[in-house]
């Protein structure tokens, strides 16, 4: 494993009642030419959303408003992975693999989303895990946006 260090630039962002998060926050990469995200935070609550539960493969739908209590991951220009944990009215919390385009915010989404300057993301196959995992690459110093 290689770690590369890279500066970021910081995009702070609210979504209102009603928008889908994921997405938004692909259209913002796309009108912004952004190739390499990720959630450094994030508050509001979802009326919706689908999780994957790790190892099951089970999937599990929140159908009633709830707090976002984590939210992390990152977005390339066409894939995203991101984890969440939420709460409900009583205060209970599950959290998974958010799935597909299913983050619909109840009042509010407040995001603070940041790029990576000097790489980008995509995904490939891994036969050790079995999923599309994250590869880096830095970007050349000529033409790269």
């Known amino acids: 494993m290689t770690a590369t260090s890279t500066g970021i630039r910081c995009f702070p962002v609210r ?12 259209q913002m990469m796309e009108a912004n030419q952004l190739k390499s995200v990720f959630i450094m935070s994030c508050v509001g609550s979802v009326r919706s959303a689908k999780l994957r539960m790790p190892a099951t493969g089970e ?3 929140l159908t009633t408003p709830h707090e976002i209590v984590s939210l992390v991951g990152t977005f390339d220009e066409k894939i995203h992975h991101l984890h969440g944990s939420f709460s409900n009215s009583q205060g209970n919390v599950i959290g998974g693999h958010i799935q597909g385009e299913s983050l619909i915010v109840f009042t509010t989404a407040e995001l603070m989303l940041a790029e990576c ?3 980008t993301f ?5 036969p050790e895990s079995g999923y599309d995992e994250l590869v880096i690459h830095k970007k050349s110093s000529i033409g790269d946006k």
């Open 122 to 126: 995509s995904r490939e196959y891994d």
């Open 117 to 119: 300057e000097d790489v």
């Open 59 to 61: 999937f599990k739908e």
């Open 15 to 26: 979504y209102g009642p009603g928008t889908e998060i994921v997405s938004s926050v692909h």
